[in-house]
């Protein structure tokens, strides 16, 4: 180990000048690695709370202008996206408490109430579909189902939004739209995508696209687990009328399906005479080779049954509860 010889002079330094640069440059280093733009996001939502709460006077308890404070807090972390929406998602857990709005015990029951428990139960039917890769074997059946012999694009674009409009019954508009997209995408790969696209291929792909979407918000009208908005009413009818018949899931069905199902053909009707003629299933039908889909079927394996087994006991759960509290 080298020694530096120690001088007598006493305007010598004590450590070496390279050491000095050294720290310097590390201190200069460390203060650019804090005073970064997501650092700022980060204190911005504090910073903005603290001014609400020292300037901002409202009629009423304390507790409403801390509530106003906590939602510009909150609302600054999720326009900035200083940190992960997880992490912003839960802040009203320790917020909520800190500024006396809500005990925590409060604010964790609001987290797993029932819309929540339903919404997650969804999604975790969506993440199952795309683990065993259910979506891609969705494609391949309703193409070989429905294309007919001649082809007929008609009859594949209802069996396309039909399915479409039935798994959005089931699970969560938002779910089912991850889970159905490549569905679409998956039949639609198979035509040709470049500036020479026929206009029979490219308003065959208009009408899957936009009869995908529409499908899933529909089917998603005529059950409670297909959208938020329906579980938003059984939650204000539960808390506004709590003397009269809950809102049930078999209630809701009968009421909503036939409307549903009316809309429904009226959209396939549309999307056919506007994207989808009979007389395109001969352009159309270059495309899809049905010995093709049926080797590609073939490599994806079994069929896994215990998800199918699992998804309709969570359906039969979802019809048979007879109060307004829904288990999944």
Known sequence: MDHHPISEDPKTPLLPLHDQIQRSQSFHSSLKSILTLKN?????????????????????PVASRNMLAVLVWVFAWWLTEALPMPVTSMSPLFLFPLFGIASADDVAHSYMNDVIALVLGSFILALAVEHYNIHKRLALNITLVFCGDPLNPPLLLLGICGTAAFIGMWMHNVATAVMMMPVATGILRRFPTDPDQSVVVSNFCKAVILGVLYSIAIGGMSTLTGTGVNLILVGMWKSYFPQAAPITFSTWFCFAFPSALLIFLALWALLCCLYCSRSSGQALSVYLDKAHLKKELELLGRNPQTYSKLHAISIQFWCIQNQSRIVV
């Open 40 to 60: 700022f996001f980060v204190f911005l939502g504090p910073l903005l709370c603290t001014i609400i709460c020292l300037c901002v006077k409202l009629d009423g």
